[in-house]
């Protein structure tokens, strides 16, 4: 199985009880392939060492009908002076139209 569709498969198990359709599902897995595939270039330097994927939802929802965007937000690890590999976390964060869009300082 490609990699692209282990990604989608996995989003779409971890995801399964917030009832997202199916063409939301694929923008997200989508966008989550174009920023690995472009933080693994083979020009990129320091080389990273890990990608890790973080999907962040609200945890009230009053409908399955709901209407749900998302943003992402790169974080690069910063390690000692001399480590040539790095981490990069890509965080995904899905929320409700209409609703706030959580930040630091909301509670």
Request: glycine share 2%; hydrophobic share 35%; charged share 30%.
């Given at each position: 199985?490609p990699?692209?569709?282990?990604?989608?498969?996995?989003?779409?198990?971890?995801?399964?009880?917030?009832?997202?359709?199916?063409?939301?599902?694929?923008?997200i897995?989508?966008?989550?392939q174009?920023?690995?595939?472009?933080?693994?270039?083979?020009?990129?330097?320091?080389?990273?060492?890990?990608i890790?994927?973080?999907?962040?939802?609200?945890?009230?929802?009053?409908?399955?009908?709901?209407?749900?965007?998302?943003?992402?937000?790169?974080?690069?690890?910063h390690?000692k002076?001399?480590?040539?590999?790095?981490?990069?976390?890509?965080?995904?964060?899905?929320?409700?139209?209409?609703?706030?869009?959580?930040?630091?300082?909301?509670?």
């Open positions: 199985m990699a692209d569709d282990r990604l989608y498969a996995w989003l779409k198990e971890i995801l399964k009880p917030l009832n997202l359709q199916e063409d939301f599902l694929k923008k897995s989508s966008s989550t174009e920023t690995a595939a472009r933080l693994m270039r083979t020009d990129v330097e320091p080389k990273l060492k890990h890790h994927l973080l999907v962040l939802a609200p945890s009230k929802r009053t409908s399955n009908n709901q209407t749900w965007g998302f943003f992402s937000v790169e974080r690069l690890e390690k002076e001399h480590d040539v590999a790095r981490d990069h976390t890509i965080e995904i964060y899905l929320y409700v139209e209409g609703d706030e869009i959580p930040t630091h300082g909301n509670q």
